[in-house]
């Protein structure tokens, strides 16, 4: 009797030790660990890191940009060993970021201001605590040696051009919206004439001038140099506009196969070519005042800083 006794003590003892072993498992706290950025989800999905959300990419223009440089620096200062740039063009860019920002999505593009995108969507600079993308810049007008000469009057036009990041803006989203590019710059001339005659005193009319301006398919200089081609074409000249790279574009200007650019962009963007061929053209100075260069995101995107890439 006393050892069947034993044996069920022994036995119920067991039961109650397993029980209270299960207890403890269950109610111990799982371990945490510290998660780099993420974005959101909804439902039971977990977070996502923000480099695996947008595959580790960040949607660039063409290679010859500037701020393509400017973003390959970034990600050596930063340490973004796993990132990589997209080469591809500004309108090529813009279609990615509309394609994402209408589902929500994340994304990371190299962006600038003045842009109509920044009209159109909610969205935001990275901070860059490190100063990669340098300081606010300017856009100058440049032209070949010689024109003062040859064409004084539209050097005239070209040394008093200057309009401000709404001005522009302005044409910039006509555009977008559907307008032709030469139709929204004949509007906003049209609509601003007080400032195209601050440009265009002292400009004598002339019969069939050829001039030719050279610019980058950038939405910002589209617009530009399609006003500025109106306005010459109203005193006369017979304009051509010519698109080009950023280097061709710096190049043409010092062999003088075009004339005058109102796209150049300084003191970072362009510096490379303002240094190669510094002494082959002019600089007539500052067009407009306070752009801007770095990554931008939609504003919906729980990311601040360029070190929250890490």
């Not at 010859?64 to 990589?84: F, N, P, Q, R, V």
């Amino acid at each position: 009797m006393k050892k069947w006794l034993s044996f069920l003590l022994v036995f119920v003892l067991a039961i109650g030790l397993a029980a209270c072993g299960s207890q403890e498992t269950s109610n111990e706290e799982p371990a945490t660990e510290t998660e780099p950025a993420t974005t959101e989800t909804t439902g039971s999905e977990a977070a996502t890191p923000i480099g695996e959300s947008v595959d580790y990419q960040i949607v660039g223009i063409d290679p010859g940009a500037g701020i393509m440089k400017a973003t390959a620096s970034a990600i050596e200062e930063y340490e973004l060993e796993d990132w990589e740039v997209i080469e591809g063009s500004g309108a090529a860019m813009t279609a990615a970021l509309k394609k994402a920002y209408d589902k929500e999505e994340p994304i990371i593009v190299t962006g600038w201001t003045p842009h109509w995108k920044f009209a159109k969507f909610d969205l935001k600079y990275l901070e860059d605590p490190k100063g990669v993308y340098g300081e606010d810049e300017n856009i100058h007008t440049i032209t070949r040696a010689g024109l003062k000469e040859d064409h004084p009057n539209a050097y005239i036009v070209l040394d008093q051009f200057h309009w401000t990041a709404d001005d522009m803006s302005d044409v910039m989203v006509m555009i977008e919206d559907g307008m032709k590019e030469e139709e929204a710059a004949a509007k906003w001339v049209e609509e601003n004439a007080d400032r195209v005659a601050e440009w265009t005193a002292g400009a004598e009319q002339v019969e069939s001038d050829e001039i030719t301006l050279a610019y980058v398919a950038w939405a910002s200089e589209i617009a530009s140099t399609n006003v500025l081609a109106k306005v010459l074409t109203d005193v006369g000249y017979d304009v051509t506009m010519t698109q080009l790279e950023a280097g061709p574009l710096w190049a043409g200007i010092a062999d003088g196969s075009a004339d005058a650019s109102v796209a150049a962009w300084l003191p970072v963007t362009h510096a490379d070519y303002y240094a190669e061929f510094e002494g082959q053209f002019e600089d007539l100075g500052s067009n407009m005042e306070g752009t801007r260069i770095g990554l931008v995101v939609p504003s919906y995107m729980d990311i601040n800083s360029i070190e929250d890439l890490k």
